[in-house]
């Protein structure tokens, strides 16, 4: 099962990752190169996290995991899903992650794509 710890050391984990508390004391921003791919609501229960996502897929994704993924709270709806993470499959988890992570690295402009290549 995954949980708010596990979620947040996979995401500070990944290359270029910084997190913050730019909204409240209770929302946990994660951001590649400054740019946000995660968010995690520390007190709400169940648990839950909001996460980037190709437009199409986030339809299919709330579809097929019906209340446990929903349109992103207090962000786009079209670009952000909220996940209640301690219902989903932490392999989906994992890989959705990554999704929202990728699609942030793959709007960098070329020079913010050479200093995240540049980091080790």
């Avoid at 996460?51 to 929903?70: F, H, Q």
């Avoid at 999704?99 to 050479?114: D, E, P, Q, R």
Wanted: glycine residues 4%; hydrophobic residues 40%.
């Amino acid at each position: 099962m995954m949980n708010v710890e596990l979620f947040r050391e996979y995401c500070t984990a990944k290359k270029g990752v910084t997190e913050e508390f730019p909204f409240d004391e209770k929302t946990l921003v994660f951001k590649v190169m400054g740019k946000m791919f995660a968010l995690c609501a520390l007190e709400r229960l169940p648990s839950q996290v909001n996460l980037k996502c190709d437009p199409d897929r986030a339809i299919l994704l709330r579809d097929e995991y019906d209340g446990l993924i929903i349109p992103g709270y207090h962000m786009s709806k079209v670009h952000w899903n909220t996940l209640l993470i301690e219902n989903i499959p932490p392999k989906l988890i994992i890989e959705l992650i990554d999704h929202s992570y990728n699609l942030v690295i793959s709007k960098f402009t070329k020079k913010l794509k050479a200093k995240y290549n540049a980091l080790s």
